[in-house]
């Protein structure tokens, strides 16, 4: 796991562009944010390297993969509100899966497969139905 840990930037802070070389993505609705340099996170195993699911397991932010990242579900479902234009086109296999998802958007992604090819500032929202409340040895996302 990374060493940088999840910060929580001022709405000043964020509404600065992130530094050179640097990749900032805000999960919401929990508004975590984390930044690090691009190229430097390591792959934690869970859906492709650099994926938001990659970023968000780096970082212990929560998001659900039923199928640990392989693509096989829909449950890492988000949507991309910022930045998509840095990150990598949809495959087949995703877009194929993504026809079973709830509530698809044309920002629909799913966070095991969309990877952030180059540095800038993300923002994804985990769809409010897609948040599982009660998994077990995962951290709550309601705080309690």
């Known amino acids: 796991m990374s060493e940088t840990q999840v910060t929580y930037l001022t709405a000043a802070e964020l509404a600065t562009p992130a530094a050179e070389n640097q990749v900032r993505v805000t999960f919401l609705p929990e508004d975590k944010t984390v ?15 650099m994926s938001f699911l990659d970023i968000a397991e780096n970082y212990g932010i ?37 026809e079973t998802a709830a509530d ?13 090819e180059k540095p800038g500032t993300y923002v994804v929202e985990i769809p409010k139905w897609n948040r599982n409340y009660v998994q077990e040895g995962k951290p709550s996302t309601t705080g309690t």
Do not use: N
């Not at 930044?35 to 869970?46: A, I, M, Q």
């Not at 509100?81 to 086109?89: I, L, N, P």
């Not at 698809?104 to 952030?116: D, E, K, M, P, T």
């Open 35 to 49: 930044e690090f340099p691009f190229g430097s996170l390591e792959y934690d195993g869970h859906g492709l390297p």
């Open 104 to 116: 698809i958007q044309l920002s629909s992604r799913l966070g095991c497969q969309a990877v952030v």
């Open 62 to 98: 929560f998001l659900d993969h039923a199928c640990g990242g392989a693509c096989a579900c829909t449950t890492c479902h988000l949507w991309i509100k910022q930045g998509a234009q840095g990150v990598s086109e949809a495959e087949d296999l995703e877009l194929d899966r993504m």
